[in-house]
């Protein structure tokens, strides 16, 4: 059974630091990775889909990268923003095809 | 383009009661999952649709059923409400059913049982 474990729970940082948040997996048996942003009280918003052929994905401040034979990925924030306060979901897509999430870490970003 | 919309957002209900809830997918989405969000076990898969037919199941009672219509819309229904159903439901979309799909999430209903 897939087991996602996203480390720290909780993160505070001054606004314009860069962070990384971690994200591991027991099944390297992955179709592909999702990270997601939810703030309070609100639905899913995908940040960066990675295939299981791909090392990384980009969007803007945002980088993830992928190890599935390690069963780890990162997600990269570069000059974080009191908006990017908000919990981050990471969520694998195994044979089952459902997704599988981890529990989040909530980030807070100190303006 | 129009986002994932699911109603209503907000249901209270009491225990033994029944409820619907509605979710409309992407336009062109022909995949349909729904998810339960609660703070104790986070987010857990509920069912997945495609071409009307469920296609996969998570390890929910069977008190929690859907259905999905010819125009891709989706209902779940769960009967004999409990306590520990108060809940963030969460519907999400894919394009087709392919392994690389990228799945959109709507807003949620958020459903009290009192």
């Known amino acids: 059974k897939q087991e996602v474990t996203q480390i720290p729970a909780a993160l505070s940082v001054p606004e314009g630091e860069n962070l990384v948040l971690n994200c591991s997996f027991t099944?390297?048996?992955?179709?592909?990775l999702q990270w997601f942003r939810q703030d309070p009280g609100k639905g899913l918003t995908s940040l960066l889909l990675?295939?299981?052929?791909?090392r990384e994905q980009t969007s803007g401040r945002l980088n993830a990268s992928l190890d599935k034979s390690s069963g780890r990925s990162t997600l990269y924030i570069a000059a974080s923003q009191p908006g990017d306060s908000a919990t981050y979901l990471c969520?694998?897509?195994?044979?089952?095809?459902?997704?599988?999430f981890g529990s989040g870490t909530q980030l807070t970003v100190l303006p | 383009k129009a986002g994932v919309t699911q109603t209503p957002r907000y249901l209270i209900k009491t225990r033994g009661q029944q409820v619907t809830l509605s979710c409309s997918p992407i336009?062109?989405?022909?995949?349909v999952s729904w998810y339960q969000q609660t703070p104790g076990q986070g987010l857990q898969f509920l069912f997945e649709?495609?071409?009307?037919?469920?296609?996969n199941k998570g390890n929910f009672p069977g008190r929690f059923s859907g259905r999905q219509f010819s125009n891709s819309r989706s209902e779940m229904n769960v009967s004999t409400l409990e306590l520990g159903d108060s809940a963030l439901y969460l519907c999400?979309?894919?394009?087709?059913?392919?392994?690389?799909?990228?799945?959109?999430f709507g807003p949620g209903t958020r459903l009290t049982v009192l």
């Open positions: 999400a979309s894919s394009l087709v059913r392919g392994r690389a799909d990228e799945q959109f």
């Open positions: 099944d390297s048996a992955i179709y592909n």
């Open positions: 990675i295939q299981s052929s791909q």
């Open positions: 969520a694998v897509r195994g044979s089952a095809r459902q997704l599988t």
């Open positions: 336009s062109g989405h022909r995949s």
């Open positions: 649709y495609f071409s009307e037919t469920q296609r």
